[in-house]
């Protein structure tokens, strides 16, 4: 049997071709736009993932250290490494600022990591080039994405830090690239003021009479020596002892230290649910447009294709074909068609997602659901069609 | 029937639409998820290395000497300024005396009366032991009685007592003369040692507190630097240690120096340990106390052990091991990891040998049913 559907569109095959591509690079747009909301909730994860914690301990009530600051004394983590249950507990700093390299400068994560070695919670759990940090004080690990290179100094503050190793995919839940350094750096970055604020600083110190007393100076170099601390660190991350369970533990340092603690799953709670939210209620929102806006432009292609062949359906008719060969046809050549554009769509998402300043992750179960989708808009298109080839009158074939 | 017929029309066709199922098929199979991971892979070598300590620290005086008055007082003069040279001995400044001058004129005056009344008493006792001799004569004689004879010798007795007390008064004079002699001169600044001052603390016409320091100086031969070592990479930190010190303010630049003494007490608060660090030779100009230095230690060379870069190192499970690749098939092998160098290559104690291959880099975190393919470097990263 012949197919008329093919024999159709190779009659018209440049036509047909060139309007899937069209429709895919539709399709594509939005397949990418799928991409995009799960590119942030994938930078959310990484976030959870690349800190290698179990549990985040916080200060109390607040929802830190990503979704809101959180402060904490640098050395409650020893209290928590003793908790039951914890197998491994470092402090950890977050900062996002710009840090400087020759004349450019990047929006990064500055990330403090406790002092250990690799594998230690808060490091980066993967390198793609160098190696991790091995000074105490002024290396810095960067994200490939900052554009840094091995060996580039970098100035955070007033120092400056040599780039010892690359590493990838490792961002802020914003999607901003992370710089490691050390704690005691970032905690003196965190906390450390331009030169003219400390000295400004120490003016208004000793013009307050109550610091400043005549008699007894040495109460003025105490009160100035005090202003340059920083005990402060924003998180502890706390790796559970296998076997334990996180929410036993988790409970366990809420009750003995007060200190507000999350599970990862709080925690992936809190930043796809709290952090990114609205971001991507406005992503899914713009989603549904375009496929509304691709339901329509297939079924006005397919049915204007139909409108085009009306001759040749009218002739159809009238040598007494059924229905129904006719209604697969033009069946067939949207279910086509929506092959053609899904292709195409698929192929330009997969091309055009590396160069989106952000990341966008396009995951195969969404193509899949996009497939499906794309191919139900098109038999729900093709329905109109239908209808109007069905409504042809066999007579217009010889009339007109 | 007929066959369907191969017109260039449907070549045309498929020629079009291969490529974009050629390429659909790549994208679905090659990006995404599924992709494999790139990873690079290394061969162990058995290496000596030598491990490292590095730490942070400022330039220190270790003497320092805070010159300043023993008793609260007015300052009046300060001849010397910051930067300036002292010699031992050298007067630096003087506090105001107020009435210690006077006392000193009234101490002298206490003094001459003192000396007056050690001469009356001397001459009371000349008489008075004449007299006791006479009235014992006279005793002897019987021209006298004896009850006066007794009289005249307890006289002679009391003006003795007398005497040894005005002598007695004129130590005491003097010694409180000596002693206000004393005080005026501790009114004087005096530089203990030679050295370089280096803080001018208050202006004359201050009133300065017991304890309080007028002027700073050290001994500027005797710069250090005090280091500070995380308590965590400070294992193998003896004393003698070769040192090498880059000060903030000559990058690049390195000096020798070696560790003089490792503090017993550490700082419990910030989690370091405390070094001494002496350089070999001082630099000219000195470095001003208070400079930022940088200060590597060398550690003796280990014996040779596979060395892998700490980059390969991963936690899997509460694990310390690598990644290896066997079969085409990631494994994960625990080791149990030396010393490190600040190179970043650890030596391996337990766990593989010399020839194993690693995974040094990859793209993403490896998980144990990743597919991986081996590439000479990670794209993006330069080789």
């Known amino acids: 049997m012949i197919s008329l559907a093919g024999r159709d569109i190779l009659h018209t095959w440049g036509k047909f071709v060139f309007t899937g591509a069209g429709l895919g690079l539709l399709i594509g747009v939005t397949l990418t736009m799928a991409g995009v909301y799960r590119g942030m909730v994938e930078d959310a994860r990484v976030l959870l993932d690349n800190s290698r914690a179990d549990l985040w301990v916080v200060q109390k009530d607040t929802l830190g250290p990503y979704a809101e600051s959180s402060s904490l004394y640098d050395d409650i983590w020893r209290g928590i490494r003793g908790m039951p249950g914890v197998a491994c507990a470092a402090n950890v700093t977050y900062l996002t600022m710009q840090v400087r390299q020759g004349d450019r400068d990047v929006r990064a994560m500055v990330t403090g990591i406790a002092p250990g070695a690799a594998g230690t919670p808060g490091w980066p759990p993967y390198l793609v080039s160098g190696r991790q940090i091995t000074r105490g004080h002024y290396e810095a690990v960067a994200d490939i994405a900052t554009g840094f290179k091995l060996g580039d100094r970098l100035q955070i503050r007033r120092n400056h830090y040599a780039v010892v190793g690359l590493t990838r995919r490792m961002v802020s839940s914003n999607g901003d690239p992370m710089v490691f350094v050390s704690l005691k750096d970032a905690q003196e970055a965190q906390f450390l003021k331009d030169n003219d604020a400390i000295l400004q600083q120490r003016r208004r110190t000793a013009e307050n009479p109550s610091w400043n007393r005549s008699s007894d100076p040495s109460v003025l170099d105490g009160a100035i020596a005090s202003l340059g601390n920083n005990p402060y660190v924003n998180a502890v991350l706390v790796q559970v002892r296998p076997g334990n369970s996180p929410d036993d533990v988790a409970s366990a340092i809420r009750k003995w230290k007060r200190l507000t603690v999350y599970t990862r799953s709080q925690m992936e709670g809190i930043l796809v649910g709290k952090l990114i939210a609205t971001s991507a209620k406005q992503i899914g929102m713009f989603l549904v447009i375009l496929s509304v806006v691709s339901a329509a432009i297939v079924a006005f292609i397919i049915y204007t294709l139909t409108l085009g062949k009306i001759r040749e359906i009218a002739v159809l008719k009238l040598i007494g074909t059924r229905n129904r060969t006719i209604a697969s046809m033009v069946l067939q050549q949207s279910m086509a068609l929506g092959a053609i554009g899904f292709v195409v769509g698929k192929i330009t998402a997969t091309f055009a997602a590396p160069y989106f300043p952000k990341y966008v992750l396009l995951e195969p179960m969404d193509s899949a659901r996009g497939l499906v989708v794309v191919l139900f808009i098109c038999l729900l298109s093709s329905t109109v069609a239908i209808r109007a080839a069905l409504k042809v009158d066999p007579a217009e074939a010889i009339g007109g | ?383």
């Open chain 2, 1 to 383: 029937m007929k066959r369907f017929p191969i017109q260039k029309r449907t070549v045309a066709l498929l020629a079009v639409l291969t490529p974009p199922l050629v390429l659909f098929v790549y994208a679905a199979l090659r990006s995404g998820p599924l992709a494999p991971v790139p990873v690079t892979l290394a061969q162990i070598e058995n290496k000596s290395i030598s491990p490292a300590l590095y730490g942070i620290g400022t330039v220190e005086a270790r003497y320092t000497f805070k010159i300043g008055p023993i008793a609260t007082g007015r300052l009046e003069r300060l001849d010397v300024h910051v930067g300036e040279q002292v010699v031992a001995g050298q007067v630096l400044g003087t506090m105001d005396p107020v009435d210690l001058d006077d006392r000193i004129r009234a101490q002298d005056a206490t003094l001459n009366r003192a000396n007056a009344l050690l001469d009356e008493a001397e001459a009371r006792r000349a008489y008075a032991q004449k007299q006791a001799r006479r009235y014992a004569q006279l005793l002897e004689a019987r021209s006298s009685s004896e009850e006066l004879a007794a009289t005249k010798e307890q006289e002679f007795r009391i003006a003795e007592a007398v005497l040894n007390a005005a002598r007695e008064e004129i130590v005491r004079v003097r010694a409180e003369r000596a002693a206000l002699n004393v005080q005026r001169d501790n009114l004087r600044l005096i530089a203990p040692v030679d050295g370089l001052v280096v803080a001018r603390n208050v202006e004359p016409g201050t009133t300065v507190l017991v304890g309080q320091s007028v002027v700073e100086f050290i001994d500027p031969s005797s710069l250090w630097i005090n280091v500070r070592f995380d308590q965590i990479h400070a294992d193998g930190l003896v004393e003698t240690l070769p040192a090498q010190i880059m000060l903030r303010s000559q990058g690049g630049r390195l000096r020798s120096g070696s560790v003089l003494r490792v503090e017993p007490l550490a700082d419990s608060v910030t989690e370091e340990t405390l070094a001494k660090v002496v350089f070999d030779v001082l630099p000219k100009p000195l470095p001003p106390v208070g400079e930022l230095a940088e200060v590597t230690l060398e550690l003796p060379l280990l014996p040779e052990a596979p060395v892998i870069p700490n980059a390969a190192i991963q936690r899997v499970g509460g694990k310390t091991g690598v990644w290896q690749v066997r079969d085409s098939k990631l494994r994960f092998t625990p080791i149990r990891l030396g010393a490190g160098d600040l190179n970043g290559q650890v030596q391996v104690t337990q766990g593989l040998v010399a020839g194993d291959q690693i995974v040094i880099y990859s793209e993403k975190a490896l998980m144990p049913h990743s597919r991986v393919f081996v590439v000479d470097h990670v794209p993006g990263a330069a080789p």
